[in-house]
């Protein structure tokens, strides 16, 4: 038998259960916090790229598309909802002309670790045109 001066070992436990518990419910509600302004800052920054006239995209180091704000979504003539997300320069026609050199300076880019800045590149527009437009590759 156990007296009221040593607690049985069920209630140590029990005891023990609710602090680990308000500890882990804790940390959920911080992490509940921290997605919602991650997701606030995500939002934030898609309309302020979106908002800007200029063509903005982010590659990984394949060379696949991991963003294009709207300027450049519409530069390369994608379609309502098409996010172009995944693809290369390789997989749109207003690209694939020029492809190989666009992949051989964001090699170069990324192999210097040094930007290239205001470089004047051919374009396919999406009627089919040729234009001319300047571009800053970082890398990131």
């Keep these: 038998m156990t007296s ?5 070992p069920v209630a140590d436990r029990t005891e023990e259960l609710a602090r680990a518990n308000a500890r882990l419910s804790a940390e959920v509600a911080a992490r509940e916090v921290a997605e919602r302004e991650l997701v606030r800052q995500l939002q934030l920054f898609r309309g302020l ?4 006239p200029d063509s903005i995209y ?3 180091a394949q060379g696949r598309y991991l963003i294009h ?3 450049d979504r ?15 320069v390789h997989d749109f026609p207003a690209t694939v002309a020029n492809a190989a050199a666009y992949t051989a300076d964001d090699r170069a880019v990324l192999a210097s670790g040094q930007p290239v800045i205001n ?3 051919p374009f ?4 089919g ?3 001319w437009f300047l571009t800053t590759k970082v890398p990131v």
Excluded at 49 to 52: N, R
Excluded at 74 to 88: E, K, M, S
Excluded at 124 to 127: E, G, S
């Design 124 to 127: 396919t527009q999406p009627d």
């Design 119 to 121: 470089r004047e590149e």
């Design 58 to 60: 982010i590659k990984d």
């Design 69 to 71: 704000n709207a300027a």
């Design 129 to 131: 045109s040729a234009g």
């Design 4 to 8: 009221a001066a040593d607690p049985s």
């Design 74 to 88: 519409l530069l390369l003539g994608l379609a309502p909802g098409d996010d172009g997300t995944g693809r290369t």
């Design 49 to 52: 790229i979106d908002a800007i």
